[in-house]
């Protein structure tokens, strides 16, 4: 639990009363962590792995809200209030979480004022990624909307390759599509596109970004 920054800076009594009420747990890839309307009774640590955090309408559409990391703090909007889950939490590839329980979580903080300061950080900065994502989706076309999913992959997830950068993660149209508020058909008839204007080159499910400039510009 050191290596979570949120709790790094904890007294080591204070993560020791904290780890009585934990549980650490494997989740498979492609298995779901909650859904809506589950119960908000507790918090997650994302100790490795990658967890997708989304929205699904009754009718089953779905659009990505977020992806959490190793180190990350996930289902935390169930603090306070306590009330059911309003996301979904699935596992891009196989996961290992820690699970605490949110009323013990909720005296830390109360004892605590500095993780309560940092807790808001985290809520404020994810508040506004949602803002600015919900803007995106609203006023610009889907050239825009996938050529700055795009640049952003190839920022946090880039390597650099013979052939441009590599974007490292493997990632499907259907994904890209739930990120941007779009279809999958509409997203390969972009990538397609892309690919024809030198925009992009594809290595099976991964993209290399060949024109970072290119992609800019219609962003």
């Known amino acids: 639990m050191k290596k979570i920054p949120l709790l790094e800076d904890l007294p080591?009594?204070?993560?020791?009363e904290l780890v009585k009420s934990v549980e650490m747990?494997?989740?498979r890839r492609r298995q779901v962590i909650y859904i809506p309307g589950d119960p908000g009774q507790s918090i997650f640590l994302l100790n490795g792995g990658r967890v997708k955090i989304s929205k699904v309408t009754r009718d089953g559409r779905e659009l990505t809200l977020a992806y959490r990391v190793p180190g990350?703090?996930?289902g935390e909007l169930c603090l306070g209030e306590g009330g059911p889950r309003e996301e979904m939490a699935e596992a891009m590839e196989n996961v290992l979480v820690t699970e605490l329980?949110?009323?013990m979580f909720e005296k830390v903080i109360d004892r605590n004022p500095a993780l309560a300061v940092a807790l808001m950080r985290?809520?404020?900065q994810r508040r506004q990624e949602v803002e600015n994502k919900v803007a995106r989706l609203i006023f610009r076309d889907v050239n825009a909307k996938l050529a700055d999913l795009i640049i952003s992959l190839g920022q946090e997830y880039g390597v650099e390759d013979a052939r441009g950068t590599l974007v490292a993660i493997k990632i499907t149209h259907q994904e890209m599509a739930n990120l941007i508020g779009s279809t999958r058909e509409t997203v390969s008839l972009t990538l397609s596109h892309f690919k024809k204007s030198g925009l992009i080159a594809m290595d099976g499910r991964k993209v290399i970004v060949t024109n970072f400039d290119g992609l800019k510009a219609l962003a």
């Open 12 to 16: 080591g009594d204070v993560l020791g």
């Open 25 to 27: 747990r494997e989740v």
């Open 72 to 74: 990350q703090i996930f």
């Open 101 to 103: 329980d949110r009323t």
């Open 122 to 124: 985290i809520s404020n």
